[in-house]
């Protein structure tokens, strides 16, 4: 394993962690201040990818895609939540999961209506297609430092946002305790559209932001979804802080698993059987992981306040 | 647990109805020149038995678990891989079938049992996954394209031979009616009873001396290793087996046909069953894009319907 | 030492500590329940109350101080094993089965009783060992009737003392009572007054409880809690005439069962 390597893997893998992260903080926010599972979040992702994608290509302008596509998702995030989701709050979860499971089948098959089944393929543009000059002899993609840029731009953004600003503050007054701040005057239905709005925003962006690197996709963002699941589930549901965390450290040791998993078995295994488990192995590292985490800690490494045993 | 208060149900006599229809299937669809529905109705009872099981758990022990299909799986690829390497004996594929979901189940049920809520339905969902990428990353046994099973379980008697379609289509009904008749008796046992107990009230039942962990984890076990049956019956039946038995989506159609089949009713899980694939099969005769149909149907079913079929049929508001 | 077993406290808790992020709910607390009589445990709102019934019935893990019950050391049992041992209790908020029927709601501490429950097949409904004690115990407190109502059509009072008959279910040596008159009116407190009263001798009993005409008409001995300190144990007329206890707690209404009762009422 030469470090040039090890570094461009580490480097893939917190970019990964940064799509996740971009998916986990909308599903940890919503979830941690409405308390609402939502597997469309997964749909999100994927309109994001597709509508963004579209403008991209009819305008020949990516980055007017992107530009566009966040009025497009805020608009379309709080259309499904005043039309479905808002009904869901006062049920319990297996009716949301249901629900939300009902919405990720009607988006699949919208999208396959559209833009019919093969996908769509979305180049990356011209000044963004190349590699850049890291030192130590490391090269690196450009887009993908590109990602992981907007991905912390985001984190610093959002941390600012519910810990700095107005909307924050109602933010935070409206997940401990909604009535009272429905009583001092917050109009609560119209913060939580606004809330999934964000949500939305943030999925399509990570959804939108991939999309030159795999293509999209029909169902792309389930797979994402439910990886964005054990992040919120590793880093405790509702922090914004537990989210990024978990999300760079899952995106990081998925990735390196992958690469490095089977050379590492080597040194403990013949060949032939180090070859056949480490693929094996790496697809279930995080899991692994997840109910380490879970097995020591059950509410996650940053449990929610008030959510003692 | 009433079992003479449901009988009177509309939604039993619905039930009713159906088994007869699961009975009758191999000689009444022929005849009335509908002879494919005898597949699907074999289809759907394997649907069943795996909705039962998971009924025991989630809808009378209140854990929702959103990877059950898992179990599917690997009754599934038990038969699958045991074939692969040219272990057709039945019942060695059964017994495998039966400690491996017992043992998958024992530890998944150990993780996920410490946790509650969400925390439950997301750890179960990510342990399903886990198991399902290991078997797309399974080259040997065909990755995501699956395996086909060449020759079916042979269980050595020389009058049952699954090779032959009736003696199959009997065995799962037989099956499914074993499985109605366990899940009938244990819901109404003593340990049936600590679980029921423990859905409602957890703090209770340990306030009056039952340690309730041992006991959920028991009842998930043994919810486990029935659906790890179904796959096993699913694999026999299909003579193929994917990752795609045990991918999330089977798991949270399983839930929707407990739910849509009323939550903790004996025949729920069946009726579910049928009624959540016979409409998938009708909707999909009619378009290729059936799921911009049926997607938005179970948006409002669970707005609207939230007893499920048992909750209509019943003339009596549905209980909170 | 048959004495020294005579004497010795039924229950006992020793500097138990136990606190919730920066608030002590309980401070160093020990107390000492005598056999056969009714302790009795008042003080604010807010003064940890419920917190020790949590704590010494197992539900809650102090973060010091030890527990004794019949002399054994009980600290480190679960709440099921203490159950097993002789000393179960109620709760403030009524925690019946409410879609279990009244009989079903006590045949679950009775099976509990006759160990473990890893039975799957036989019906519970037509097991005579089972329906046979739980009628009964129906029947003694006055149950008897509702046996086949479900626990949730209850009338309130009926849900309290079903409450309490779960726990007589476990047959108990000790019975850790979380505010028996919780939500109740004059009358229907009255009612369980009595039963409690019934009760006495039969049983060693903590009743935590805000009602002031219940603590004086049932109990032996009273301990004064605030903010999880005791600061004061003794006979009923020594704590109504405490001075400590009158300043810092029978304050404001010093005698006056009404005012006592009312209290109670908001408490629930």
Redesign the interface.
């Known amino acids: 394993m030469d470090y040039v390597l090890l570094t461009e893997q580490f480097l893939n893998g917190f970019q990964l962690g940064i799509i996740l992260f971009l998916m986990a903080a909308g599903l940890t926010l919503v979830f941690g201040i409405m308390d609402l599972v939502n597997l469309a979040h997964g749909s999100m992702f994927m309109i994001g990818a597709f509508v963004g994608g579209t403008i991209a290509l009819l305008t020949d302008s990516f980055i007017l895609g992107v530009i566009l596509m966040i009025p497009a998702m805020l608009v379309i995030g709080m259309a499904v939540e005043m039309t479905t989701l808002r009904t869901l709050y006062p049920r319990d979860h297996l009716d949301q999961v249901l629900a939300t499971f009902g919405l990720i089948l009607f988006f699949n098959e919208a999208v396959r209506l559209i833009w019919g089944p093969e996908g769509l393929v979305v180049p990356l543009p011209a000044f963004l297609d190349g590699t850049v000059e890291l030192g130590l002899g490391i090269t690196y993609p450009v887009y993908r430092i590109v990602i992981i840029a907007i991905g912390l731009a985001v984190a610093l953004g959002l941390y600012i946002l519910v810990g700095k600003t107005r909307i924050g503050m109602l933010i935070r007054a409206g997940a401990s305790n909604r009535t009272m701040a429905g009583a001092l005057g917050v109009n609560i239905p119209k913060l939580f559209s606004i809330v999934f709005g964000i949500g939305a925003v943030l999925a399509g962006l990570a959804g939108l932001i991939i999309t030159p690197i795999t293509q999209a996709q029909i169902g792309m963002g389930e797979d994402v979804l439910i990886l964005a699941f054990v992040v919120i589930v590793i880093g405790g549901i509702g922090s914004i802080r537990g989210a990024f965390i978990a999300s760079i450290v899952t995106g990081v040791i998925d990735t390196m698993g992958r690469s490095f998993l089977d050379q590492l078995l080597l040194l403990f295994l013949p060949a032939n059987a180090a070859e056949s488990a480490g693929p094996a192995l790496s697809s279930m590292l995080i899991y692994i992981l997840m109910a380490a985490i879970l097995f020591f800690r059950p509410q996650g490494l940053f449990p929610p306040k008030g959510a003692g045993a | 647990m009433n079992m003479r208060a449901e009988l009177r149900n509309p939604a039993t006599i619905f039930a009713l109805l159906v088994m007869a229809l699961f009975a009758t299937g191999p000689f009444l669809m022929p005849a009335l020149d509908e002879p494919f529905y005898v597949i699907v109705f074999a289809r759907i009872m394997v649907w069943g038995i795996a909705a039962i099981s998971l009924n025991l758990i989630m809808g009378y022990g209140g854990m929702i678990s959103f990877g059950h299909a898992v179990y599917l799986g690997i009754g599934g690829y038990t038969v699958g891989i045991l074939a692969f390497h040219g272990v057709t004996d039945g019942w060695t594929q059964l017994a495998v079938a039966v400690f491996g979901s017992a043992f998958i189940a024992f530890v998944f049920g150990a993780i996920s049992l410490r946790t509650r809520g969400v925390y439950f339905i997301m750890i179960t969902l990510a342990l399903a996954q886990m198991i399902f990428f290991l078997s797309v990353s399974a080259e040997r046994y065909g990755s995501d394209d699956g395996l086909n099973i060449l020759s079916r379980s042979d269980f050595g008697v020389g009058f049952f031979d699954l090779e032959d379609q009736m003696t199959m289509y009997y065995t799962i009904f037989a099956v499914l009616l074993l499985a109605l008749l366990v899940s009938w008796r244990i819901v109404g046992s003593r340990f049936g009873n600590v679980i029921r107990a423990a859905k409602s009230n957890e703090t209770r039942v340990q306030a009056v001396g039952v340690a309730t962990y041992r006991y959920r984890l028991t009842a998930f076990v043994i919810a486990g290793v029935m659906c790890g049956i179904a796959g096993l019956l699913q694999a026999n039946l299909e003579r193929f087996v994917s990752p795609d038995m045990m991918s999330w989506p089977r798991s949270g159609e399983l839930i929707f046909m407990v739910v849509l089949g009323g939550m903790s009713t004996i025949f729920g899980p069946v009726t579910g069953a049928f009624v959540y694939l016979m409409v998938s099969d009708f909707l999909a005769e009619w378009t290729i894009h059936w799921h911009i149909v049926f997607g938005p149907l179970l948006v409002l079913v669970v707005l609207f319907a939230r007893g499920g079929i048992a909750g209509l049929l019943d003339r009596k508001p549905a209980r909170e | 030492m048959s004495d020294a077993a005579a004497t010795s406290p039924a229950l006992e808790a020793r500097s138990l500590v136990k606190t919730?992020g920066g608030l002590t709910a309980t401070d160093n607390l020990s107390l000492e329940v005598a056999p056969g009589e009714i302790h009795a445990v008042i003080g604010p709102n807010g003064a940890g109350k419920t917190t020790l019934v949590n704590i010494l019935?197992g539900?809650m893990k102090p973060d010091g101080g030890a527990m004794l019950f019949r002399g054994r050391d009980i600290t480190r049992l679960?709440?099921?094993?203490r159950?097993?041992a002789g000393l179960?209790?109620s709760?403030q908020i009524t925690?019946?089965?409410?879609?279990?029927t009244v009989l079903?709601n006590v045949?679950?501490?009775v099976?509990?009783?006759q160990g473990h429950?890893?039975?799957?097949?036989?019906?519970?409904?037509r097991?005579a060992r089972?329906t046979g004690p739980a009628q009964d115990l129906l029947e003694r407190v006055g149950l008897g009737e509702r046996a086949n109502v479900r626990a949730g059509d209850l009338a309130y009072g009926e849900q309290r003392q079903l409450e309490i008959a779960?726990?007589l279910?476990?047959e108990p040596s000790f019975l850790l009572l979380d505010e028996p008159m919780a939500g109740m009116g004059p009358e229907e407190s009255q009612g369980m007054i009595a039963f409690l009263k019934a009760l006495k001798g039969d049983y060693t009993m903590l009743l935590v409880e805000h009602d002031m005409d219940a603590v004086f008409a049932l109990a032996d001995r009273i301990t004064v809690l605030v903010y999880g300190r005791v600061i004061a144990t003794g006979a009923p007329d020594a704590i109504r005439n405490d001075p400590d206890v009158r300043a810092a707690y029978l304050g404001d209404d010093a005698g006056d069962g009404e005012a006592g009762a009312d209290t109670g009422g908001e408490a629930a």
């Open positions: 919730f019935s539900l679960s709440a099921p094993a159950v097993k179960a209790r709760f925690s019946i089965f409410r879609d279990f079903e045949m679950l501490p099976q509990a009783k429950s890893y039975r799957f097949w036989g019906r519970t409904d097991d089972l779960i726990a279910a476990t």
